[in-house]
């Protein structure tokens, strides 16, 4: 006999996941109190990295129907959201999602519903990746320095290199110029990769 599950995330725990089962319950699904699963996560945190999100994948069968109000409440983006429904759909369990008119995402209407989202969240990722590389290329074409300033001034450099050949430790230095043992640490093996290259 199949089974209706009611999964509500909220991203934080002053939030509450009782408005999401009100609007499961008034769009006529009626759940068990025991199958409501309800979890304060981030949505940046993937699915199968949930804990109660977990649990309740041990407890889904073949046959069972899992109710959400909305896609994002099943994964971190379009991609996380395809791959969970795509699992579900394998060991024959139907999503159901409110905000998509009700539609079961594991039906024929529901896998063209995600491709149509996985393809638009494809197309905003390439976008942005375009403008990333375009403002760090027009950034670089214009003298603007890229990453991190360095800790340390180009004296501040040459008197740690010197004091290091000197013998003196990385914690003095990282102590005397007020900065951290990997700043100085990283200094010495650029020095000593740039001197191998020179060789």
Do not use: W
Request: charged fraction near 30%.
């Amino acid at each position: 006999m199949s089974r209706s599950f009611i999964y509500a995330r909220v991203s934080t725990a002053e939030q509450n996941a009782e408005n999401q089962v009100r609007e499961i319950q008034a769009a006529g699904f009626a759940v068990d109190a025991r199958r409501i699963v309800t979890e304060s996560i981030s949505g940046s945190v993937a699915a199968n990295e949930r804990p109660q999100f977990k649990k309740l994948l041990d407890r889904l069968e073949s046959g069972d129907v899992l109710i959400v109000t909305k896609l994002d409440r099943l994964g971190r983006n379009a991609m996380d959201v395809r791959s969970t429904v795509e699992h579900l759909a394998s060991i024959g369990v139907r999503v159901h999602c409110l905000a998509l008119g009700g539609v079961d995402l594991t039906s024929a209407a529901g896998r063209m519903t995600m491709g149509v989202l996985t393809a638009v969240a494809e197309f905003e990722r390439d976008l942005l990746i375009e403008r990333t590389q375009a403002g760090l290329a027009r950034a670089k074409a214009e003298g603007k320095a890229m990453g991190r300033p360095s800790a340390l001034t180009e004296k501040q450099q040459k008197e740690v290199l010197e004091r290091l050949a000197a013998g003196e430790s990385v914690a003095q230095l990282a102590r005397d110029y007020d900065t951290s043992r990997t700043t100085i640490m990283r200094l010495r093996e650029k020095s000593a990769a740039i001197a191998t290259i020179e060789e």
